[in-house]
């Protein structure tokens, strides 16, 4: 199960820090991501992370504002966001566990948090 938290208001030029906790097996979880999505739009891949050698990821409309990290120890997976704009504002979903044949490529998903950038 992932559970997400740390959405919010933020006017243009904030940050903000979304954390996903994940109980059951995390350390087994070969990859874990960010997504987001707007009301009538297809969900948009954020960011990624490899669990094993912290390999990240990021779409390039975030490069060098948001950042993705791990914290093995709390089984939390983090996404630092930086320099918020409104074009940020979307409900972002933590996925885990990598599997290509699963819906948008993970097996686990959270149940999302909103963003809102004014």
């Known amino acids: 199960q992932l559970v997400e938290f740390g959405g919010g208001s933020v006017q243009a030029g904030g940050s903000l820090r979304l954390s996903c906790a994940a109980t059951?097996?995390?350390?087994?979880?070969?990859?874990m991501g960010w997504f987001r999505q707007i009301p009538g739009k297809e969900r948009e891949g954020v960011a990624s992370?490899?669990?094993?050698?912290?390999?990240?990821a990021y779409a390039n409309s975030v490069k060098g504002r948001f950042s993705v990290s791990q914290d093995n120890a709390k089984n939390t997976l983090y996404l630092h966001m930086n320099n918020l704009q409104p074009e940020d504002t979307a409900t972002y979903y933590c996925?885990?566990?990598?599997?290509?044949?699963?819906?948008?490529?993970?097996?686990?998903w959270g149940q999302g948090t909103q963003v809102t950038v004014s």
């Open positions: 992370i490899t669990r094993i050698h912290g390999g990240t």
């Open positions: 059951g097996n995390f350390n087994r979880m070969n990859c």
């Open positions: 996925a885990a566990d990598c599997d290509p044949e699963s819906p948008g490529g993970y097996k686990y």
